[in-house]
């Protein structure tokens, strides 16, 4: 909410986004929710933000950016983000490679954790929102857990198989089925 006087009185203008917004529909096209405020030089303003949700929220940091070192602050911040996808990708790709070439399945399995990491990745981001769906927000809204919770399970799926957990660690083994069905149960829900 940002005053803006008009007459003997104040009113104030809001600007509404969240994740349940359409990308199309932000007034600065980011991954993040930006805010535009025009402020006239010199002029004190206080503004007001509401935050309202039905999950969990962490707000480290509220930014005041020029439009310029936004842009520059993104471009930078979009690079890193685009290396750290590559690299995964990358990985997709060698254990896929791998799994074709040796045909042995714990390629196979670290190449599906790998693609579950990558789009966890990609939708916790918010490029998932910005790049795949961005006219659908309840998909980017869902995946989010969805992805999180699949993700975990393929993880936790993967990692008993290459640590041979019923083999050395048999009390822990009958531990993980209980695990993966949570993790399922929470996609399931998610999802729903």
């Given at each position: 909410y940002v005053?803006?006087?008009?007459?003997?009185?104040?009113?104030?203008?809001?600007?509404?986004?969240?994740?349940?917004?359409?990308?199309?529909?932000?007034?600065?096209?980011?991954?993040?929710?930006?805010?535009?405020?025009?402020?006239?030089?010199?002029?004190?303003?206080?503004?007001?933000?509401?935050?309202?949700?039905?999950?969990?929220?962490?707000?480290?940091?509220?930014?005041?950016?020029?439009?310029?070192?936004?842009?520059?602050?993104?471009?930078?911040?979009?690079?890193?983000?685009?290396?750290?996808?590559?690299?995964?990708?990358?990985?997709?790709?060698?254990?896929?490679?791998?799994?074709l070439w040796?045909?042995?399945?714990?390629?196979?399995?670290?190449?599906?954790?790998?693609?579950?990491?990558?789009?966890?990745?990609?939708?916790?981001?918010?490029?998932?929102?910005?790049?795949?769906?961005?006219?659908?927000?309840?998909?980017?809204?869902?995946?989010?857990?969805?992805?999180?919770?699949?993700?975990?399970f393929i993880?936790?799926?993967?990692?008993?198989?290459?640590?041979?957990?019923?083999?050395?660690?048999?009390?822990?083994?009958?531990?993980?089925?209980?695990?993966?069905?949570?993790?399922?149960?929470?996609?399931?829900?998610?999802?729903?």
């Amino acid at each position: 909410y940002v005053p803006s006087p008009h007459g003997r009185g104040t009113s104030f203008r809001s600007l509404q986004l969240g994740d349940r917004f359409p990308y199309t529909e932000r007034p600065i096209p980011h991954r993040l929710l930006v805010f535009p405020l025009h402020l006239a030089d010199a002029q004190r303003v206080t503004a007001y933000m509401r935050i309202q949700t039905s999950s969990t929220m962490l707000v480290e940091t509220l930014n005041l950016w020029q439009e310029r070192g936004l842009f520059a602050a993104t471009q930078l911040e979009t690079a890193i983000y685009g290396l750290v996808f590559g690299l995964i990708a990358l990985g997709v790709l060698s254990n896929l490679v791998f799994w074709l070439w040796l045909r042995e399945g714990v390629y196979r399995s670290y190449t599906v954790y790998l693609v579950a990491l990558l789009i966890l990745s990609l939708v916790n981001s918010g490029f998932a929102s910005q790049w795949v769906w961005p006219q659908l927000p309840q998909v980017a809204d869902r995946s989010v857990g969805f992805m999180a919770a699949l993700t975990y399970f393929i993880g936790v799926s993967f990692f008993d198989r290459v640590l041979s957990l019923r083999q050395y660690v048999p009390f822990l083994w009958r531990v993980i089925p209980f695990i993966l069905l949570i993790y399922a149960a929470g996609a399931l829900a998610a999802a729903v």
